[in-house]
Structures are given as structure tokens and as C-alpha cells.
T-cell receptor, first 113, second 115 residues
């Protein structure tokens, strides 16, 4: 089975712009979670989607949003980018049950200038 | 609130030496526990996980971890480290039930391996 894929791998944006990141889960997985990784804050949970519905959300401002499509692919969007949004954004997929292993993609490295 | 503590930010060991990475968690119920490894520029790779049962779990690449409820710990061990083990290691707890499930990670331990 192919693993979790994320596109693009690298992105450079300027403050005030918006960005959309994409994640394709492992085939058959219906849950997609997003995490932000920064040197200062470490790995932080953004949100989780299951069957096209946001099931759980972390403590991030409303500028961070996401969605999931019927084929389980997910996108996350960040509007009005700030310098502090520079981070590695990781997507993880799992089957559906809480406690099931989350498998991570390689991440998208976002740099905001 | 649930939390994960990895007391060691950076550990240096010699190739062939044994390794133990510490992880302490705070969680009310029996947790789901994980160890992930991240190489530079890469995503997270699962090393092993604990859900229930035998408290000593075996993982990939010769790693093992022991769940100790009394100490709220889930330490990762390897008897003989290889240069390719140099990476950052993250302990995580899966918390929340049902629709609130998510992973909470420790800050990570960076492992350097000397030849």
C-alpha cells in the first residue's frame, strides 16, 4: 500500500497570503489528522476529519481550517499568513477507531516571509 | 489535561552502546502509548505502540519499550545503537475518547550517535 502523501513538500509565502496544503491518506483510511510542528511549540494537533466531517479541533485560531473529500483526501487552509505560521505541517491517517495507529506523511514545509 | 514529558532534550551515545530514552505521561485512564522517530526533513515513523496486555512491547529496528503504570512511564530502549539510529524520537499518548481522540506529543529527544 502506498503511504500518506502530502503536496507540496515545500512552500514559500509572504505575510497576508493564504495557503492550501493537501494530504492523501493510505487507501482505506477514513480519518485524517493534521499537526503543526515548530521548534518552539513542538508537535501540536490542529484538527481531525472523518467521513468529510471535522470530528476534533485543537487550539488554533480560525485562520486554520480544513476539509475532507468523499475519497478521504484532505486539505488544510491557512488564511492571512503570519510569520509564526512557518512550520512543518504533518498529516496522519488512520482507519477510524480511536487508538488506532496514525501513519504520518512526509510533511509540507511552509516558510512565511 | 493530558501531557507527555521527555526529560532529555539531547542524548549522545557511542555506536554499540545501549540506549534508554525516557517518557512520562499524565493521563487518567489507561493510555494508548506510542514512540515515533523522525529523521531530518522527514515525517514521523512509528517504532512501537502499547494499547494493553504485555507491558514490554517490541518494535521495529530492534527497539523495545516498557509500560510502567506505577511510574507513568513508557521508556524506549535499544541494546546496541547503530549510527543510523541518529534522529529525533517522540513519545506520544493517544487521548480522548470517541470523537475527541488525538495524539499529544512530548517535545522530543534528539539522539546523536558517535562513531
Amino acid at each position: 500500500k502506498a503511504g500518506v502523501t502530502q503536496t507540496p513538500r515545500y512552500l514559500i509565502k509572504t505575510r497576508g497570503q493564504q495557503v492550501t496544503l493537501s494530504c492523501s491518506p493510505i487507501s482505506g483510511h477514513r480519518s485524517v489528522s493534521w499537526y503543526q510542528q515548530t521548534p518552539g511549540q513542538g508537535l501540536q494537533f490542529l484538527f481531525e476529519y472523518f467521513s468529510e466531517t471535522q470530528r476534533n479541533k485543537g487550539n488554533f485560531p480560525g485562520r486554520f481550517s480544513g476539509r475532507q473529500f468523499s475519497n478521504s483526501r484532505s486539505e488544510m487552509n491557512v488564511s492571512t499568513l503570519e510569520l509564526g505560521d512557518s512550520a512543518l505541517y504533518l498529516c496522519a491517517s488512520s482507519s477510524s477507531q480511536p487508538g488506532e495507529t496514525q501513519y504520518f506523511g512526509p510533511g509540507t514545509r511552509l516558510l512565511v516571509l | 489535561a493530558q501531557s507527555v514529558t521527555q526529560p532529555d532534550i539531547h542524548i549522545t551515545v557511542s555506536e554499540g552502546a545501549s540506549l534508554e530514552l525516557r517518557c512520562n505521561y499524565s493521563y487518567g485512564a489507561t493510555p494508548y502509548l506510542f514512540w515515533y522517530v523522525q529523521s531530518p526533513g522527514q515525517g514521523l515513523q512509528l517504532l512501537l505502540k502499547y494499547f494493553s496486555g504485555d507491558t514490554l512491547v517490541q518494535g521495529i529496528k530492534g527497539f523495545e519499550a516498557e509500560f510502567k503504570r506505577s511510574q507513568s512511564s513508557f521508556n524506549l530502549r535499544k541494546p546496541s545503537v547503530h549510527w543510523s539510529d541518529a534522529a529525533e524520537y517522540f513519545c506520544a499518548v493517544g487521548d480522548g475518547g470517541g470523537s475527541n481522540y488525538k495524539l499529544t506529543f512530548g517535545k522530543g529527544t534528539l539522539l546523536t550517535v558517535n562513531p
